[in-house]
């Protein structure tokens, strides 16, 4: 590939960038070092200033995206996560993750699945550096436009993968991971099944000898996949430290990742370490040097004598109780944000069977579990609502015995209090410290 064929992509046409925020303005960015003079749509929503994007941005006219005919357009590059009406032609519809598939897929290693996609991609990362010039792009933060430089040297792409960015994608990555699946996004999807089937895209486009890395629970996808899948939970798995891929084991001694499940996420990339030819001590390495992620079961140390952990990332109750499991001397465990109208089944009878952790509720999520655990005859003492993190923060802390831990795991979104879980995670930091 070169950045001509880059060119090909964008020039002569009409092409409207929907969507700008952070993805949106690099790949602004990235047309105009191809195509200096070519005119360019932004369309945004309506509370944005539409005059500063054109003052700031030359050849560039921006709309807002309720009165834009996006079929009038060659190209739509569309931001993940924005819902996009029948009335809009798909073939149109494309995106960052789409382009650089087109372009990459045989050097890229795309990773998705509904908890564990961001730590297990770092992971990837972390393992492939030991051997290979790697990239670390997509969901995690970073859009992929920006390593179209090194990626054009020949680098490999660790790349996480969300369901927003897969939902159109017709190309699949050399080796694609589908981690696990558990009911998210269903403001977005309205079925549990069109969700499941937006992430499937990660295999179903799949050439040939590419590689397919699938939990064994996902059998319903049989008919989409192309090559046989290497199975997590089966052929890929961890049993405390030791990780087990296919025909040997490895025991990981010096690591700071907390939790089996996090182990497991680590024998994938073990898994795809040793297909690209990283040695057992490369990976000893890369597990011992590695810092796990902020807000990921992140131990923020003591405060007043009380451990706090930050597992802010947490948006569904399989989450919380991952957290709850892989930790010891949970006192205390604060729930709630937003309510996307999410089952909270499992997270409810873990809760009501675990009567030695608190609870406290918080928010819309955390009243709506409380009064189902009331109504199904599971209330029980330890159960407390508030109405803010920093209730739940003050409240919290009182609960906790020295040395014990009070765990932020939320189970829910945080969109309508913060703008984004790492936002709320560095409140919670902030106010334990000064509580």
Request: hydrophobic residues 40%; contains cysteine; negative net charge.
């Amino acid at each position: 590939m070169s950045l001509k064929d880059w060119k090909n992509d964008f020039e002569n046409k009409k092409v409207i960038i929907w969507g700008f925020g952070k993805e949106g303005k690099s790949s602004l960015q990235f047309i105009r070092s191809l195509l200096p003079q070519q005119n360019i749509t932004v369309a945004e929503g309506r509370k944005t200033d539409l005059k500063q994007i054109e003052a700031e941005n030359p050849h560039v006219t921006a709309v807002y995206d309720d009165t834009v005919d996006f079929n009038a357009f060659d190209l739509i590059l569309k931001s993940p996560g924005i819902v996009v009406k029948q009335a809009i032609a798909r073939d149109k519809l494309s995106g960052q993750t789409q382009l650089f598939l087109k372009h990459y897929a045989d050097h890229t290693i795309g990773i998705t699945g509904t908890k564990g996609k961001s730590t297990t991609t770092s992971l990837v990362y972390a393992l492939l550096k030991e051997k290979y010039n790697t990239v670390l792009v997509g969901n995690i933060g970073i859009p992929c436009f920006e390593a179209i430089a090194k990626m054009e040297e020949g680098y490999l792409a660790a790349f996480e993968m969300s369901c927003h960015q897969l939902e159109f994608c017709p190309y699949s990555p050399h080796i694609a991971v589908y981690l696990n699946l558990f009911e998210e996004h269903l403001d977005h999807y309205g079925t549990f099944e069109a969700y499941a089937d937006a992430k499937a895209n990660i295999f179903t486009h799949q050439k040939k000898g590419d590689v397919t890395i699938l939990h064994k629970d996902l059998m319903q996808f049989k008919d989409r996949w192309v090559n046989e899948p290497v199975f997590i939970g089966s052929d890929i798995d961890a049993h405390d430290h030791t990780l087990v891929i296919p025909g040997h084991e490895l025991e990981i001694d010096d690591c700071a990742l907390i939790g089996e499940h996090n182990y497991r996420n680590l024998a994938v990339a073990y898994y795809i370490a040793s297909l690209y030819g990283i040695s057992d001590e490369q990976v000893r390495h890369a597990a011992r040097v590695f810092e796990p992620l902020h807000h990921r079961l992140e131990d923020l140390g003591e405060f007043h004598g009380i451990r706090c952990i930050n597992d802010s990332i947490s948006t569904i109750g399989q989450a919380s109780i991952q957290a709850m499991e892989a930790l010891n001397n949970v006192d205390v465990i604060l729930i709630g944000g937003m309510d996307r109208g999410i089952a909270y089944d499992e997270l409810e009878q873990y809760l009501y069977d675990h009567q030695n952790i608190k609870t406290v509720f918080m928010y819309g999520t955390g009243r709506r579990i409380h009064e189902e655990m009331k109504a199904s005859n599971r209330d029980r003492e330890g159960l407390y609502e508030v109405e803010n993190l920093k209730e739940a923060v003050k409240l919290g802390m009182s609960l906790v015995q020295p040395h014990h831990i009070l765990l932020l795991s939320p189970a829910a979104s945080s969109y309508d209090h913060f703008k984004n879980f790492e936002e709320r995670g560095d409140v919670f930091r902030r106010l334990v410290s000064e509580e």
